[in-house]
């Protein structure tokens, strides 16, 4: 049985929300907002990539909403996933492009996110 399964679905609510915005941003978006963000330089393609893999996660979100103790490896891989992109935001920050605050400030968001589905995340059912 989850810790509290209320919290854990609006977490995945939020998530899910949160990464279908996320996807519009960056697929949709006309060319000159992405150089308003900080990106003078920028690979439109990478941008436009990362989209589709937010677009994936919101999908796997929904499908994890139907039962959240059967799909906890979605849950699992959430957090595994979170933790490498908040670590592949500030390596990128650091080495490549220094683009002001925004990379920094998405880090720090998917940290936060991350970390609640952690203190949230339903322990695994017993046979």
Known sequence: MP???VCIKVL?????ALFLLCFLASTIAPERILPALGFSEYND???RLYGIFQLSWAFLFFFALKDVEK???IINSAIITGSLVVVFFVVYQ???IKSGGYLLFNAALMLVYTGLLILCKPKPSRP
């Open 3 to 5: 810790k509290n399964p």
């Open 12 to 16: 995945l609510w939020i998530g899910m």
């Open 45 to 47: 393609l990478i941008i």
């Open 71 to 73: 799909n906890l490896a």
């Open 94 to 96: 650091f080495a490549a």
